[in-house]
């Protein structure tokens, strides 16, 4: 997991949410800097799957 958040070419100031009912397990097994950077989300995945649904419908919106 450190690997993959090192190579996401995320930024230092980047938030981490650690998702999923395992999720939260995996935070003491990251490295000191990337722990700091852990958040909670936002929501759930029908309020992510709804967020991007009305993303895709403005962005058809506007290409009209």
Do not use: W
Request: aromatic share 6%; proline share 9%; charged share 15%.
């Amino acid at each position: 997991l450190n690997t993959c958040i090192r190579i996401s070419g995320s930024g230092p100031d980047t938030a981490i949410c650690l998702s999923g009912g395992v999720g939260p397990q995996y935070q003491p097994y990251l490295e000191p800097a990337y722990q700091d950077r852990v958040r909670p989300p936002h929501g759930n995945a029908l309020d992510g799957a709804l967020f991007l649904a009305d993303q895709k419908t403005s962005d058809m919106k506007g290409a009209s």
